[in-house]
């Protein structure tokens, strides 16, 4: 054979390995609505930037007529590519061929990605469609997710890994993505979950569908399992690649900046009026973050879990910040279980990858009863405590309104190592506000007041006048200055120009005991 004709015999083979399980199967997957593993990377990385890696592998199983069921590339489209010119490593697998269940071999592919992107410092992106391990290669498989699951672990916190769910993603699958940095799901076409509909009826007697037990909006808004829930994979492509903006590389790199259009010194005099007269009505921090960032433009993660917190991606003078505010609109803006981790997963995040924290606090304190008590909010509190404390990359806290007790405390305080702590004239930090404080120290004096509403009121009023104002916590250097709040953005961004050369060093240990 010719040199001509082996140049022809390897085009056949790529034309053959890009066609997968063929075009019945590709053209069954797009009456889903769903895109090919090769449509995927197409629309997600830079044009013609992506290279290619193991075309030709093939399963090596014999079992169960596995050997006249051989299709190049097995299963998972691997390789690296660019997104707006910067380097990363994919994987995609692909329904087509064998419903994309994973083999010896798939996971052998996945596994040199992941090693390279570990060797080079550079994002890998998974994108699971996949019907689970392939159950005629029994052990093998399962070997193969340890193997995979073993480099995200070692992965995590040095390269950011992010994880779109196109379709199934069952049994043991599911833990890569759970290890990952973000995961996104589509609704309607995707799900997640350990055990499936049919065995829950065997085990529990529970009548269940797939997207009752595992789908987007369950996971985005009761397990909290995923970060992000879309409409279509188009829109879910176009998330990864804005996400993928406010990431750095690596752990060694900075996080991002691009070239800001918005003036650092703009005045905001609509955030001089924002908070309400009576404290206990709510107002919208979407408002007050969307009046203090680069443009408005904020990325919130996990939007749907916990709205009593929000978290997301935000750029301040053009540099990439990970924000971090109560949300008085939604259960008075009081932490519990599930805001605390929600928020203490991200602060973990933005430290790991060298993204400021600007935290903008309004928090009455956590939310009481047996539910939360019984479920551990001791534990899930400390979390985030844990978290602002054990991060060293530059923080920035402002203090609207409330700011009491506990939450006061997990909310990036100065004694947490809090760079920069901002308050607003309104805010009001202590202990506890002035109902519950003035009824314990004034409580003998009241009742025997001549009217004691009368009494109650005027204690309420003495003991708002001493401690429920920024300027007793500023005496003590707990606050480094009172700001008026349309100014926020320069004042903000001036602190944050000024952390830049932060340098600040954990003590040596093999790992932390974060409270799990």
């Not at 009863?369 to 060293?392: D, M």
Request: aromatic share 8%; hydrophobic share 40%.
């Amino acid at each position: 054979m010719g040199q001509l004709e082996k140049v022809k015999e390897l085009m056949e083979l790529r034309a053959k390995a890009r066609l997968g399980g063929g075009e019945k199967r590709i053209e069954a997957q797009h009456a889903k609505g769903k895109y090919t593993a090769r449509e995927r990377i197409a629309l997600l990385l830079d044009e013609g930037s992506f290279e290619e890696f193991d075309m030709f592998v093939e399963h090596r199983s014999t079992n169960f007529g596995m050997d006249k069921q051989k299709f190049l590339g097995d299963g998972v489209v691997t390789g690296c590519g660019t997104i707006e010119g910067r380097l990363v490593y994919i994987f995609a697998q692909d329904f087509t061929v064998i419903g994309g269940s994973l083999s010896e071999t798939m996971a052998l592919k996945i596994c040199k990605v992941m090693d390279m992107a570990m060797k080079v410092g550079a994002p890998v992106i998974g994108i699971n469609d996949s019907g689970g391990a392939r159950i005629q290669e029994g052990v093998n498989a399962l070997a193969g997710y340890a193997e995979i699951f073993q480099r995200n672990i070692l992965a995590s916190g040095v390269i950011p890994q992010i994880s779109g769910i196109f379709g199934p993603c069952a049994g043991g699958a599911v833990y890569s993505p759970a290890l990952t940095d973000f995961t996104l799901m589509t609704e309607g076409t995707s799900y997640m979950f350990l055990t499936g509909p049919k065995v829950v009826k065997t085990v529990t007697g529970e009548d269940v569908t797939q997207e009752e037990l595992g789908g987007a909006s369950v996971h985005t808004t009761k397990s909290g399992v995923a970060h992000f829930s879309v409409s279509n994979e188009d829109d879910g492509i176009s998330l990864i690649r804005q996400l993928y903006s406010f990431l750095p590389q690596n752990n060694m790199e900075e996080a991002p900046r691009r070239e800001c259009t918005d003036p650092v010194a703009r005045m905001e005099d609509s955030l001089n009026d924002i908070i309400p007269d009576n404290p206990n009505k709510p107002y919208d921090m979407f408002e007050v973050i969307g009046a203090v960032v680069d443009n408005g433009e904020f990325l919130e993660v996990h939007g749907n879990y916990a709205k009593n917190i929000i978290i997301g991606f935000a750029r301040m003078n053009g540099q990439s910040v990970g924000v971090v505010a109560n949300q008085p609109k939604y259960l008075a803006g009081v932490l519990d279980i599930n805001a605390s981790r929600k928020a203490a997963r991200f602060v973990r995040f933005c430290d790991a990858f060298n993204i400021p924290l600007v935290t903008l606090v309004d928090v009455p304190g956590f939310l009481p009863g047996t539910g939360q008590e019984y479920g551990g909010v001791i534990t899930h509190g400390a979390k985030l405590l844990y978290a602002y404390g054990e991060a060293t990359v530059p923080k920035v806290t402002v203090t609207l309104r409330k700011s009491y007790g506990g939450s006061h405390i997990v909310m990036s305080c100065k004694q947490l190592r809090g760079d920069i702590n901002y308050a607003w004239p309104t805010a009001e930090i202590a202990v506890m506000g002035a109902d519950g404080a003035a009824e314990v120290l004034y409580a003998k004096e009241i009742k025997d007041a001549a009217n004691p509403a009368e009494a109650l009121a005027a204690k309420k009023e003495e003991y708002n006048k001493l401690f429920c104002n920024p300027f007793n916590a500023a005496r003590y250097g707990y606050i480094d200055d009172v700001i008026e709040p349309r100014n926020t953005r320069f004042r903000v961004i001036r602190a944050l120009e000024q952390l830049r050369t932060k340098k600040q060093v954990n003590p040596s240990k093999k790992h932390d005991n974060l409270p799990l």
